[in-house]
């Protein structure tokens, strides 16, 4: 087997070739060069602010026209000065000026006076090629007990740099998906494959190696976290193609939306290491019925990174899924977020037979009964068919280079970025005009409820009036009876005695009218008037409040109209934001895929409602803050 890997592998290239190779830079490594320890340098961003004056070193233009024609090109992008700078290695890289070696670079940093941009990369470089090459011989653990089965095969392993001499791969693909839709084993298969073909299927099932963990592929329960951290880039063959796959995390992880924003981070840093993909490749599972609102984000969050260039390089695999007639998924609704309908050429299904392997170990144990082995191999060979035609149809892809997708990136960063420009601008002269309006109705509630503090009551007392003629009165405390007047019965007298002839008392010693013992009564001219009127009441301490809150009403009032007028007055700059987002979505559209930014925040808003069904807890209030600031977004987006 060992032997019949080498051959299939064909003559080691010339030393001579190495040795050049491994001297020229590619433009990948001068935007990030790193090394096996971590070490790493951007030497196109640390050269980019004074990019022009470092081309004169490069020595490919002797008048500086053709710098200049570079400034005038890259001169409106997003970070011109690394565009201007990109541009102008890729011209030396072209052939032109002094020779494009890193021993060339290294001495014109020097004369330039960037000797620590020179050590740095000298140091990486010395790295790479101290660092040991594969031996090629491998110990993979079977699944036949705990023996050792060693054998010769040149492993796909994750890179974040290949060493000096590393061939070039004629075809990267990006897989991108959703967390559990069948990405990383679909991964698993590609670097497994090339094994398989040579051993079979039944004896290379026992040399498979996981190259990520499979356990999210088909969970039982709980949260989906995406299991891979960063995205790497795998090198494998494939059907006799050299292939380089870059895996990514899954989107829709339920960590949150901002996880995804740096899983995206990460792609983009992974492509910065690669100067052109072929195809980018999504993964679906095909069992799925609907466009739930997970999948929606999904696909829209993953079409939002890519480039129009790359929309013709597209392909779609269904998992679980052997033929069309078990597809439960409808690939028209892929339209909406391609803007075109993905060609039945270009789409694919297939039942991972390595799924398929890892199920069938849990049902039966180590060893596999014959049927099933069978039906494995049978698996495995139209899982072949299938990935022989995805290479036949991927390798003839146009190359779309990678500042493409940095392009798309950086303009949408721009467009997240205005939008939250205006967010901001908006919120804080709306909460200082809300917070003022809080005041007013405040103070206002107040006043109102110390408004009682003058109160009238109607009052009644008894008062003298004069009269002509003398009356009967009682003189008992608290008693204002004008038992009989005017009294005609007898003269007016001071002898108590004299009363019982009066009328009210009838001889009696007891008035008939109040009551009262006859020598409580007495003459005068003048009688008993109950008197009726209103008089005001003060509550001091409820006054105090009233004036208070009237005074705090007032200031808040003048406040709020003060603000007010702020807002009018810098609507100028309000304008200003609102025309330079417009500009940007403009400038989005123009590079990217998707065609309506308002749309992509529709789909996070769907998700966020979405997972606030199933929120319990403090987790409940991040999300509804999230909601109330994506809702935000869309009135601002629909405004312009």
Same mark, same amino acid.
């Given at each position: 087997?060992?032997?019949?890997?080498?051959?299939?592998?064909?003559?080691?290239?010339?030393?001579?070739?190495?040795?050049?190779?491994?001297?020229?830079?590619?433009?990948?490594?001068?935007?990030?060069?790193?090394?096996?320890?971590?070490?790493?340098?951007?030497?196109?961003?640390?050269?980019?602010?004074?990019?022009?004056?470092?081309?004169?070193?490069?020595?490919?233009?002797?008048?500086?026209?053709?710098?200049?024609?570079?400034?005038?090109?890259?001169?409106?992008?997003?970070?011109?000065?690394?565009?201007?700078?990109?541009?102008?290695?890729?011209?030396?890289?072209?052939?032109?000026?002094?020779?494009?070696?890193?021993?060339?670079?290294?001495?014109?940093? %020097?004369?330039?006076?960037?000797?620590?941009?020179?050590?740095?990369?000298?140091?990486?470089?010395?790295?790479?090629?101290?660092?040991?090459?594969?031996?090629?011989?491998?110990?993979?653990?079977?699944?036949?007990?705990?023996?050792?089965? =060693?054998?010769?095969?040149?492993?796909?392993?994750?890179?974040?740099?290949?060493?000096?001499?590393?061939?070039?791969?004629?075809?990267?693909?990006?897989?991108?998906?959703?967390?559990?839709?069948?990405?990383?084993?679909?991964?698993?298969?590609?670097?497994?494959?090339?094994?398989?073909?040579?051993?079979?299927?039944?004896?290379?099932?026992?040399?498979?190696?996981?190259?990520?963990?499979?356990?999210?592929?088909?969970?039982?329960?709980?949260?989906?976290?995406?299991?891979?951290?960063?995205?790497?880039?795998?090198?494998?063959?494939?059907?006799?193609?050299?292939?380089?796959? @870059?895996?990514?995390?899954?989107?829709?992880?339920?960590?949150?939306?901002?996880?995804?924003?740096?899983?995206?981070?990460?792609?983009?840093?992974?492509?910065?290491?690669?100067?052109?993909?072929?195809?980018?490749?999504?993964?679906?599972?095909?069992?799925?019925?609907?466009?739930?609102?997970?999948?929606?984000?999904?696909?829209?969050? @993953?079409?939002?990174?890519?480039?129009?260039?790359?929309?013709?390089? @597209?392909?779609?695999?269904?998992?679980?899924?052997?033929?069309?007639?078990?597809?439960?998924?409808?690939?028209?609704?892929?339209?909406?977020?391609?803007?075109?309908?993905?060609?039945?050429?270009?789409?694919?299904?297939?039942?991972?037979?390595?799924?398929?392997?890892?199920?069938?170990?849990?049902?039966?144990?180590?060893?596999?009964?014959?049927?099933?082995?069978?039906?494995?191999?049978?698996?495995?060979?139209?899982?072949?068919?299938?990935?022989?035609?995805?290479?036949?149809?991927?390798?003839?892809?146009?190359?779309?280079?990678?500042?493409?997708?940095?392009?798309?990136?950086?303009?949408? %960063?721009?467009?997240?970025?205005?939008?939250?420009?205006?967010? @901001?601008?908006?919120?804080?002269?709306?909460?200082?005009?809300?917070?003022?309006?809080?005041?007013?109705?405040?103070?206002?509630?107040?006043?109102?409820?110390?408004?009682?503090?003058?109160?009238?009551? =109607?009052?009644?007392?008894?008062?003298?009036?004069?009269?002509?003629?003398?009356?009967?009165?009682?003189?008992?405390?608290?008693?204002?009876?004008?038992?009989?007047?005017?009294?005609?019965?007898?003269?007016?007298?001071?002898?108590?005695?004299?009363?019982? %002839?009066?009328?009210?008392?009838?001889?009696?010693?007891?008035?008939?009218?109040?009551?009262?013992?006859?020598?409580?009564?007495?003459?005068?001219?003048?009688?008993?008037?109950?008197?009726?009127?209103?008089?005001?009441?003060?509550?001091?301490?409820?006054?105090?409040?009233?004036?208070?809150?009237?005074?705090?009403?007032?200031?808040?009032?003048?406040?709020?109209?003060?603000?007010?007028?702020?807002?009018?007055?810098?609507?100028?700059?309000?304008?200003?934001?609102?025309? =330079?987002?417009?500009?940007?979505?403009?400038?989005?559209?123009?590079?990217?895929?998707?065609?309506?930014?308002?749309?992509?925040?529709?789909?996070?808003?769907?998700?966020?409602?979405?997972?606030?069904?199933?929120?319990?807890?403090?987790?409940? %209030?991040?999300?509804?803050?999230?909601?109330?600031?994506?809702?935000?977004?869309?009135?601002?987006?629909?405004?312009?």
């Amino acid at each position: 087997v060992a032997q019949e890997l080498k051959m299939a592998e064909g003559p080691n290239p010339s030393a001579a070739t190495t040795s050049a190779t491994a001297n020229k830079p590619r433009l990948a490594k001068l935007r990030m060069l790193k090394s096996s320890k971590g070490q790493k340098v951007e030497i196109i961003q640390e050269l980019a602010p004074k990019w022009k004056d470092f081309g004169i070193f490069l020595d490919f233009d002797s008048n500086g026209q053709k710098l200049d024609l570079i400034e005038a090109e890259h001169t409106q992008k997003v970070n011109a000065p690394v565009a201007c700078c990109q541009a102008m290695f890729q011209h030396w890289l072209s052939g032109n000026g002094v020779p494009a070696t890193w021993d060339t670079l290294m001495e014109l940093l %020097q004369d330039a006076k960037q000797s620590h941009l020179a050590q740095q990369i000298k140091s990486i470089l010395e790295d790479a090629t101290a660092a040991p090459a594969p031996s090629g011989d491998h110990t993979v653990p079977t699944t036949h007990g705990s023996s050792q089965v =060693r054998y010769q095969e040149e492993q796909p392993v994750a890179r974040s740099l290949p060493t000096a001499g590393t061939p070039q791969y004629c075809c990267n693909m990006l897989l991108i998906g959703e967390i559990g839709s069948g990405k990383t084993s679909f991964l698993n298969l590609l670097c497994n494959c090339s094994l398989l073909q040579e051993l079979g299927f039944a004896k290379g099932a026992g040399h498979f190696h996981d190259y990520n963990d499979i356990k999210l592929e088909n969970p039982l329960a709980g949260k989906m976290e995406s299991k891979t951290s960063g995205a790497k880039l795998y090198n494998l063959e494939l059907c006799g193609i050299k292939m380089g796959v @870059v895996d990514t995390p899954g989107f829709g992880d339920s960590r949150g939306m901002e996880e995804d924003k740096q899983n995206v981070d990460k792609i983009i840093d992974t492509l910065k290491e690669e100067d052109y993909l072929n195809c980018v490749c999504l993964i679906i599972n095909g069992r799925q019925s609907r466009m739930s609102a997970a999948l929606r984000y999904v696909l829209t969050e @993953v079409t939002s990174i890519l480039p129009k260039e790359i929309v013709s390089n @597209v392909i779609v695999l269904f998992t679980t899924t052997a033929d069309p007639l078990d597809l439960n998924f409808d690939p028209s609704q892929l339209k909406t977020f391609f803007g075109r309908e993905i060609d039945d050429s270009r789409t694919f299904y297939i039942e991972n037979p390595y799924c398929r392997h890892e199920k069938a170990k849990t049902q039966t144990g180590e060893l596999l009964p014959e049927k099933i082995t069978h039906s494995l191999q049978k698996s495995f060979d139209e899982t072949s068919l299938v990935l022989a035609e995805m290479s036949t149809t991927v390798k003839d892809f146009q190359r779309v280079h990678t500042f493409c997708f940095f392009s798309l990136y950086q303009k949408k %960063q721009e467009v997240e970025a205005t939008v939250n420009s205006l967010l @901001v601008y908006q919120q804080e002269i709306e909460k200082k005009i809300s917070e003022a309006e809080s005041d007013v109705i405040s103070a206002r509630n107040r006043k109102i409820l110390n408004s009682p503090f003058r109160s009238t009551q =109607r009052i009644r007392r008894w008062k003298v009036v004069s009269t002509e003629r003398h009356n009967t009165l009682c003189g008992a405390a608290r008693c204002y009876c004008n038992c009989h007047a005017p009294c005609y019965c007898i003269s007016k007298s001071f002898d108590k005695e004299a009363f019982k %002839q009066c009328r009210a008392f009838r001889g009696s010693v007891t008035c008939k009218v109040c009551g009262h013992s006859y020598a409580m009564h007495y003459h005068d001219e003048v009688k008993f008037d109950l008197e009726e009127y209103t008089q005001d009441f003060i509550d001091p301490v409820m006054k105090n409040k009233f004036e208070e809150a009237k005074a705090i009403e007032e200031r808040a009032t003048i406040v709020k109209q003060q603000l007010e007028r702020q807002r009018e007055t810098t609507q100028p700059e309000w304008q200003r934001l609102s025309d =330079r987002l417009r500009l940007t979505l403009e400038k989005f559209y123009k590079l990217g895929i998707v065609q309506n930014y308002a749309k992509l925040l529709e789909s996070q808003l769907a998700m966020v409602q979405h997972r606030l069904e199933s929120s319990v807890g403090p987790e409940i %209030q991040d999300l509804r803050r999230t909601e109330h600031e994506i809702e935000k977004k869309l009135q601002l987006v629909a405004a312009i």
